[in-house]
């Protein structure tokens, strides 16, 4: 490891520890948090696995998955237990967030620090989300991710449930074949504000589920990569409340 590559580990390791003693009481202590398939991390290889998740605030779901990830490397199973793990936490992550919003303010720049991979999906005019594809630029910086770490992906990149998803996600499961591991996370938008950065209620019942890996081939078409991606993290259509009767 050279002296480069030595610093920025040190760096992230201090980010992990700052940010995960913040967020510990309100994640574990202030709410009850459950955790399903722990024991599916641990089977996971140490690069090319991405995980794929719905979202329902900034920060805060990340932020629980660097727990959790850290939590599987000191061997715990059913729950995070004590944050010791944040001695020595798991760095070889790395999420994917839009550019504008790791750029807001300090926390948001500082939390980029713990292995953000920012990406300019969309842009915004008079109150309308413009949607685009990944460009060439930030497809290469999440591969050369995914060559050495797990990655953490968003695929509706909005906090606004069962939106469709965007087709980036099944461009790189076709480029890079990685393992992919879809969760499905709630409770985030009850316990937490927007950002995921300040509670707004005490005693919400918080849980995230990691399911198997996803089996799929890489030869099909984005549509159904998408498809199955989205069933998978339980946004498509057939489970909105109002199709569910």
């Known amino acids: 490891m050279d002296i480069k590559t030595s610093k920025w580990q040190c760096r992230k390791r201090l980010v ?10 309100g994640l574990v202590w202030f709410n009850r948090m459950q955790v399903k398939g722990m024991d599916i991390l641990a089977k996971l ?12 605030t900034y920060f805060s779901e990340v932020i629980t998955f660097l727990h959790i990830f850290s939590a599987v490397k000191w061997k715990y199973r059913k729950r995070l237990g004590l944050p010791f793990y944040l001695l020595a936490p798991f760095l070889n992550v790395n999420y994917v967030a839009a550019a504008e919003t790791m750029k807001k303010n300090f926390l948001s720049r500082l939390f980029l620090l713990a292995g ?16 685009h594809g990944l460009d060439a630029s930030d497809s290469r910086k999440i591969h ?3 060559e050495e770490n797990w990655v953490i992906n968003f695929p509706q990149g ?4 069962y939106v469709p998803g965007r087709k980036g996600t099944a461009r790189i499961m076709k480029q890079m074949q990685p393992i992919v591991i879809p969760v499905v996370i709630d409770g985030f938008s009850k316990a937490f504000n927007k950002t995921g950065l300040k509670m707004k209620r005490w005693g919400t019942n918080i849980t995230i589920t990691f399911k ?5 081939d890489p030869e099909s078409s984005q549509e159904e990569l998408m498809e199955l991606v989205m069933d998978a993290i339980e ?3 057939r489970f909105h409340p109002k199709n569910k009767h």
Not at 45 to 56: D, I, W
């Open 16 to 25: 992990h520890l700052v940010i995960g003693l913040i967020s510990f009481p």
């Open 45 to 56: 290889p140490r690069q090319r696995v991405l995980f794929v998740s719905n979202h329902q």
């Open 116 to 131: 953000g991979i920012t990406v300019k999906r969309a842009w915004r005019a008079e109150g309308a989300e413009k949607i």
């Open 144 to 146: 050369r991710a995914l």
């Open 158 to 161: 909005t906090t606004t449930p």
């Open 212 to 216: 198997d890996p996803l089996n799929y």
């Open 235 to 237: 946004q498509s259509p």
